[in-house]
């Protein structure tokens, strides 16, 4: 395995992402350096893994760190949900976990959570 941080201020180099940001689970790439914006601001992402009786009621829990992409071909690897509300939760396009972030539908921003990637 590469070397991953999970140091979040060590990833920041003018604002954007210094180094690779991959998926946890299976090392995919989803976005190259200095190709996505350092964001802060609060947003409920439901939990990666969810309880079957949970399927109505997802759990979430308060994110606030995020990779900010304004055009989703920057992407190198990521898959879209189906739309929910005004969102489309992000996925690594290899193994389907996530979700890792959303795409905001009205302002076409997407949202990666450095909580929910390494950085390699």
């Not at 939990?47 to 759990?59: F, G, M, V």
């Not at 921003?109 to 950085?119: D, K, N, P, Q, T």
Request: glycine share 4%.
């Amino acid at each position: 395995m590469p070397d991953c941080n999970s140091n979040y201020e060590s990833e920041i180099n003018d604002g954007k992402n210094a180094r690779n940001v991959k998926c946890k689970f299976c090392s995919s790439t989803i976005l190259t350096p200095s190709t996505a914006s350092f964001t802060s601001f609060e947003f409920q992402l439901p939990l990666i893994r969810q309880s079957k009786s949970n399927e109505q009621n997802p759990e979430s829990e308060c994110v606030s760190l995020f990779w900010s992409v304004s055009d989703m071909f920057t992407f190198q690897n990521v898959g879209f949900s189906n739309t929910v509300g005004n969102n489309k939760y992000l996925t690594c396009a290899d193994c389907e976990a996530g979700p890792i972030g959303y795409h905001d539908i009205p302002s076409k921003m997407s949202y990666v959570a450095l909580s929910r990637v390494v950085h390699c």
